[in-house]
C-alpha cells in the first residue's frame, strides 16, 4: 500500500514540474523603460518557448517629442537583442542586437521618418520582421554613442536596460556587460569597415 502512494506521490510531482516548467516557458514579460528627455520604450521580448521556434521581440519607442514608432524584431536563440538606448539625435533609438554568424550589429530606429523597405540591406531584413518607421543599419558614430551609454552604466542600469538572455519568470538572466564592451569599441574605430 504504501508503495502505491509513493509512486502515485512521484507522478503527481513530476506531472506538477512538467506544467510548471510549461509555464514558466510561455511567459513572457513586458520590459518599460524610461529616459531622461522624457521618452519611453515598452519591450516585448520572446517567451523561452518563442525562442526555441523562432518568434518576434517587440518594441514601442515613443520618444520625448514626435511620434512613436513600433518594431518587431527577429528573436530565438541564434539571433536576438540584446540592448536598446536612445540616440543623441531625437526619434532615434538603437538596438544592440546579436546576429549568428555575424557577430553584433546596430540597428537604428528612426521614429522621424517612414518605413522604407528599400533601407533593410544586408542582413537587416533577416533581423527586422515589421516595423512603421525607418530602420537602418548603425554607423560609427552610433556605435560610439552605444559604446559610451554601457561604459557609463552602472550594473543595475545594464540589467534595467538590457534584454534578458533567458527569462524564466523568478530569475533573469543577462548576457555579461563586460563581454560586449571589446566588440562594441571594435566598431568604433575607423579601421571597422563600417
Same mark, same amino acid.
Given at each position: 500500500m504504501?508503495?502505491?502512494?509513493?509512486?502515485?506521490?512521484?507522478?503527481?510531482?513530476?506531472?506538477?514540474?512538467?506544467?510548471?516548467?510549461?509555464?514558466?516557458?510561455a511567459?513572457?514579460?513586458?520590459?518599460?523603460?524610461?529616459? +531622461?528627455?522624457?521618452?519611453?520604450?515598452?519591450?516585448?521580448?520572446?517567451?523561452?518557448?518563442?525562442?526555441?521556434?523562432? #518568434?518576434?521581440? @517587440?518594441?514601442r519607442?515613443? /520618444?520625448?517629442?514626435?511620434?512613436?514608432?513600433?518594431?518587431?524584431? #527577429?528573436?530565438?536563440?541564434?539571433?536576438?537583442?540584446?540592448?536598446?538606448?536612445?540616440?543623441?539625435?531625437?526619434?532615434?533609438?538603437?538596438? =544592440?542586437?546579436? =546576429?549568428?554568424?555575424?557577430?553584433?550589429?546596430?540597428?537604428?530606429?528612426?521614429? #522621424?521618418?517612414? !518605413?522604407?523597405? @528599400?533601407?533593410? #540591406?544586408?542582413?537587416?531584413? *533577416?533581423?527586422?520582421?515589421?516595423?512603421?518607421?525607418?530602420?537602418?543599419?548603425? @554607423?560609427?558614430?552610433?556605435? !560610439?554613442?552605444?559604446?559610451?551609454?554601457?561604459?557609463?552604466?552602472? /550594473?543595475?542600469?545594464?540589467?534595467?536596460? +538590457?534584454?534578458?538572455?533567458?527569462?524564466?519568470?523568478?530569475?533573469? !538572466? !543577462?548576457?555579461?556587460?563586460?563581454?560586449?564592451? /571589446? *566588440?562594441?569599441?571594435?566598431?568604433?574605430?575607423?579601421?571597422?569597415?563600417?
Amino acid at each position: 500500500m504504501l508503495m502505491r502512494i509513493s509512486r502515485k506521490w512521484y507522478l503527481v510531482a513530476a506531472l506538477s514540474l512538467c506544467c510548471f516548467i510549461a509555464l514558466l516557458g510561455a511567459i513572457s514579460r513586458q520590459i518599460h523603460l524610461r529616459f +531622461a528627455d522624457g521618452g519611453y520604450v515598452v519591450i516585448r521580448p520572446a517567451s523561452l518557448w518563442g525562442l526555441v521556434r523562432s #518568434t518576434t521581440c @517587440e518594441i514601442r519607442y515613443c /520618444p520625448g517629442e514626435g511620434k512613436p514608432g513600433d518594431v518587431a524584431l #527577429t528573436a530565438n536563440c541564434a539571433n536576438r537583442p540584446l540592448i536598446v538606448a536612445p540616440a543623441d539625435r531625437k526619434g532615434v533609438l538603437l538596438c =544592440l542586437y546579436d =546576429l549568428e554568424d555575424m557577430g553584433l550589429w546596430l540597428v537604428k530606429i528612426d521614429t #522621424t521618418k517612414a !518605413f522604407d523597405s @528599400e533601407s533593410l #540591406t544586408n542582413h537587416l531584413n *533577416e533581423i527586422v520582421r515589421a516595423s512603421s518607421c525607418k530602420i537602418e543599419r548603425g @554607423e560609427r558614430g552610433d556605435w !560610439f554613442q552605444v559604446f559610451e551609454k554601457l561604459r557609463g552604466m552602472t /550594473p543595475d542600469q545594464y540589467k534595467a536596460q +538590457a534584454l534578458p538572455d533567458l527569462d524564466l519568470g523568478f530569475v533573469r !538572466f !543577462f548576457r555579461n556587460k563586460e563581454s560586449l564592451m /571589446p *566588440e562594441v569599441k571594435g566598431h568604433t574605430s575607423p579601421f571597422s569597415g563600417l
